[in-house]
């Protein structure tokens, strides 16, 4: 009951002070990860969380998927085709030189093996903008520029999981699976849209029709039963999900639509949940014991790699700098590494705890600048944010991922 009263209490602080975020600096992402540091272990002890706790594991899941289902939702096949050449620089050269970079520091400065070291670097490749709401969730920030933060973080948490699994087994010692993988991978993406696309062709006929007023739980009822299904059939669920949001959007935009307002809160209340839950294991003891390498691979990941890799590959395309520069920033964080930190940390390899370690400082960094950047960074693409926030209950919280991190 502690962690839900704490729960409670920052959402409605975060809340209150929503319109005020939107503006400055301040960051309502920021508050729930520094809340949970507080009430846990390494704070006030009000609360005893361990990372192998089912809460930890379930809750990140569900967030992550929750915000996936609702980002493909803006992602459909027009918008797809209109912005595949920048995403596919971002997912298929980025993403790749990301986990190589930050693989090397991991092994020379951090001390773990290779295959650990990959494994570091495939964790830490997922880009999410979850935080990022003055730049994702504006229609006055360049299309092309939200369209590529919006579908590469869609794709790269599940395309990241086959390249996390491959390491994990080989750090184990264990035989890696390709065809187990490629075939979650398939199977993950055939339901994400089988699943949608049968629903909206049964809505289309005369005889299933629903109320208005229930008309945002359609879209739910998909989202819950894709999970599942995921789950039990060993799908990967984060493709699924996507996938599945991007259907319906194509499919049925009118459910689409209906879902939206809906989906966005249901989105940040897991993002918010998951994010108290996780500054609850940051302790003094893991933030202490990781040396002045681990701190340097957490710094070099956020600044250095990520950027670099990014910018590398957008060169030569229509972006502008500054939109590059916004582009190369926004990474590494999510939930898709802080779940796969969680495997690794439940898995039988020497270094688990180090590697958990590592994704949860960076994650940590991460959330720490990105989402106090955002609105300085909208102010640098000339977009400022917007005059006439209500300064009552309904103001959108700053840190939200309207397309949507984190």
């Not at 006929?205 to 945002?216: G, M, V």
Request: net charge neutral; with cysteine; glycine share 8%.
């Amino acid at each position: 009951m502690a962690l839900v009263l704490a729960f409670g209490v920052v959402l409605l602080v975060s809340v209150s002070l929503s319109g005020v975020a939107a503006r400055t600096v301040l960051s309502t992402a920021l508050l729930f990860l520094l809340a949970g540091a507080l009430i846990g272990q390494g704070g006030f002890g009000f609360v005893t969380i361990e990372p192998r706790d089912g809460l930890v594991v379930v809750l990140a899941d569900v967030a992550l998927f929750t915000v996936l289902f609702t980002d493909g939702q803006r992602a459909n096949l027009p918008a797809l085709r209109e912005g595949w050449r920048l995403s596919g620089r971002a997912l298929g050269l980025a993403m790749p030189l990301t986990m190589i970079l930050i693989a090397l520091p991991a092994h020379w400065l951090a001390g773990l093996d290779w295959p650990t070291a990959f494994l570091l670097g495939a964790i830490l490749s997922p880009t999410d903008p979850v935080f990022a709401a003055a730049i994702v969730g504006r229609s006055d920030i360049p299309v092309r520029l939200r369209r590529l933060l919006n579908v590469e973080s869609g794709l790269n948490d599940g395309l990241a999981l086959p390249f996390v699994l491959i390491f994990l087994a080989t750090a184990a010692h264990h035989e890696s699976g390709l065809g187990h993988i490629a075939v979650e991978l398939v199977l993950g993406v055939v339901l994400g849209i089988a699943v949608p696309a049968v629903v909206a062709f049964a809505w289309r006929s005369k005889i299933l029709t629903a109320e208005p007023r229930l008309q945002a739980l359609g879209p739910l009822a998909i989202a819950v039963t894709l999970y599942g299904l995921c789950h039990l059939t060993h799908a990967n669920p984060y493709l699924a999900a996507f996938a599945a949001g991007s259907t319906l959007a194509t499919l049925d935009r009118v459910a689409a639509e209906h879902y939206e307002p809906f989906g966005e809160l249901l989105s940040e209340i897991t993002k918010f949940a998951a994010l108290l839950v996780f500054g609850a294991l940051i302790t003094p003891d893991r933030l202490g014991h990781l040396g002045v390498g681990g701190w340097a691979v957490a710094v070099l990941a956020i600044v250095l790699v990520r950027p670099a890799a990014m910018m590398i590959s957008l060169l030569r395309t229509s972006l502008s700098g500054p939109e590059r520069a916004a582009a190369a920033w926004f990474g590494p964080k999510g939930f898709a590494s802080v779940v796969y930190g969680l495997l690794a940390l439940q898995s039988e390899i020497a270094d688990s705890e180090l590697v958990f370690d590592l994704v949860a400082v960076t994650i940590a960094l991460s959330i720490v600048l990105h989402s106090s950047t955002d609105v300085p960074v909208a102010r640098v693409l000339r977009v400022e944010p917007p005059d006439n926030l209500p300064t009552g209950r309904k103001a959108p919280a700053h840190g939200a991922a309207p397309d949507t991190v984190a």
